[in-house]
């Protein structure tokens, strides 16, 4: 983790691009501590929201589509000869596979919430010959919303931000979600009360 918050602090959005592109290919980085801390320094004022929005999305598409590329024109080779050391096991790519004929596209939509599958959807997805643009929707969608509910945990938490580290490494970030989802909810809610109240011309 201190090498995370290291190199955000170093290296500002190219590290934060760089280590997400790096982490959703398959690498072993934190991701959700990333993307939490950098909600908080959002938070603090050192980071601005919109821009790290857009490059947390922006990595995460670049590693996921690199990842769908490899599984398509690759295929099964990679992962069997090389795939250990991005942790693809035989036995998770095959766990992935049932999920994903089964569920196919919204594995891709809601996959990155569940541990170790947004390492592997993508590649699953190539093997399977889907088609890009629905790959693109789904695939590229879901970062989106996972790259947002980090960042918004660690922006609401502020110096609590590792809180969500905890949850999320004893199996309880549901907790976190829904608590996300409530304050979106009540926001929604608050925004539209405050339209409608708002007096004509």
Same mark, same amino acid.
């Given at each position: ?10 290296y500002g959005y190219g590290g934060l691009y760089v280590l997400l592109a790096l982490g959703i290919v398959g690498v072993p980085v934190p991701d959700e501590t990333l993307l939490?801390?950098?909600? +908080?320094l959002v938070y603090r004022g050192q980071m601005h929201g919109a821009v790290a929005l857009a490059t947390a999305w922006a990595g995460s598409v670049t590693g996921i589509t ?10 099964? #080779? ?20 049932? #999920? +994903?004929?089964?569920?196919?596209? @919204? ?25 890009? #643009? ?11 919303? @996972?790259?947002?509910? +980090? ?9 609590? @931000? ?27 809610? #608050? ?11």
């Amino acid at each position: 983790m201190d090498t995370v918050t290291h190199w955000i602090t170093q290296y500002g959005y190219g590290g934060l691009y760089v280590l997400l592109a790096l982490g959703i290919v398959g690498v072993p980085v934190p991701d959700e501590t990333l993307l939490t801390f950098t909600g +908080f320094l959002v938070y603090r004022g050192q980071m601005h929201g919109a821009v790290a929005l857009a490059t947390a999305w922006a990595g995460s598409v670049t590693g996921i589509t690199l990842s769908y590329l490899l599984g398509h024109f690759l295929g099964g #080779w990679l992962i069997h000869r090389y795939g250990w050391w991005v942790h693809l096991t035989p036995q998770r790519m095959e766990r992935v596979h049932a #999920w +994903f004929e089964h569920h196919g596209k @919204w594995t891709l939509l809601f996959g990155y919430y569940v541990p170790g599958f947004r390492h592997v959807t993508a590649y699953a997805a190539g093997m399977a010959c889907m088609r890009y #643009w629905v790959f693109g929707v789904f695939a590229y969608g879901g970062a989106l919303i @996972w790259a947002s509910t +980090f960042l918004l945990l660690g922006y609401l938490l502020g110096p609590q @931000w590792q809180t969500v580290v905890e949850y999320v490494e004893h199996g309880h970030a549901y907790v976190l979600y829904l608590t996300v989802l409530a304050a979106a909810i009540v926001a929604v809610v #608050w925004i539209v009360g405050r339209v409608r109240g708002r007096p004509a011309g």
